[in-house]
């Protein structure tokens, strides 16, 4: 039988290349499954990052899904944790201010992150599901980080999960299409829940019919008002149904906001705030269940 602590220190010498848009931080990447995905595309190539004019990292064809891992200074830690889960129309990842830059400013709040790279189900002649593998991705992320919980000094009932635009859509799904974990596999990491213990959807993609119930993890809700009416229509309606079943949940909507603001450095105004608003909102959330 494998120990959590084995498997763990296994995964952790499968150092890849650090991530673009991380220089100045002692990063991780790990494999979610060294052994290979289950399902993953065989021959599929290395993936590919386009930079744009903007300066933007974007990453494509994404074959073994993994995480980057940013742990806050000792003296700052939280013991909580956020999977961070960037978009793209699940045909690609914008990797920068909708994944490491998130992971930055969650370090200086004492928050561990967890970047996640996933299968995309809707790149060119992709053969993946959202529903089935991108959405596995992101479940065996939150595996992982509860089942290197104590290496990570992350309190493994405070580990959360943020998407953004098509990675809210897949964060919406975590949180309502979680397991308690498979107790006899022979894998540690599957032995672990996926249930993430907060969810942030920042402008979600649209999803299929979600089914919340009283133990859907609390959400907090977040997109601009002038992004496409379906997005701010499904927003709105998950907060009503989240109070409907009483589940702690918290909405924000910015005027003069469109879709895809993420956290760059160049934001202005009130929108600027945000990332400290759901910080603020992490403590009295877990303290309160």
Known sequence: MVSVRAALAWLAGLLLLQPAGAADTQVQTLLLWPGGAPGAAAGGGEETVRITEQGDH?????????????????????GAAVVVVPGGGHRELWTDHEGYN????????????????????????????????????????????????????VDPRKIGVIGFSAGGQLAALAATRF??????????????????DFTALVYPGTWPELKFAADTPPMFLLCGGDDRP????????????????????????????????????????????????????????????
Not at 66 to 73: D, E, F, H, R
Not at 179 to 196: K, L, T
């Open 58 to 78: 974007v990453v494509s064809n994404v074959h073994q899904p993994s995480i980057a891992v940013y742990l806050p200074a000792k003296a700052l830690a939280t």
């Open 102 to 153: 998130i992971a930055q400013f969650l370090n200086t709040q004492g928050i561990a992150a967890f970047v996640l790279k996933y299968r995309l189900a809707r790149a060119p002649g992709s053969s993946y599901s959202i529903e089935g593998d991108a959405l596995n991705d992101l479940k065996r992320a939150v595996r992982t980080v509860r089942a290197g919980a104590a290496s990570w000094k």
């Open 179 to 196: 397991d308690a974990g498979h107790a006899g596999d022979a894998d540690p990491v599957e032995r672990q829940g996926s249930r993430p």
């Open 230 to 289: 379906e997005v701010i229509a499904g927003i709105t309606r998950t907060y009503l149904a989240l109070r409907e079943f009483k589940v702690p949940a918290e909405l924000h909507l910015y005027d003069r906001v469109g879709h895809g603001f993420g956290l760059r450095k160049t934001a202005q105004g009130p929108i600027a705030a945000w990332p400290q608003l759901f910080v603020d909102w992490i403590g009295p959330t877990l303290a309160a269940r």
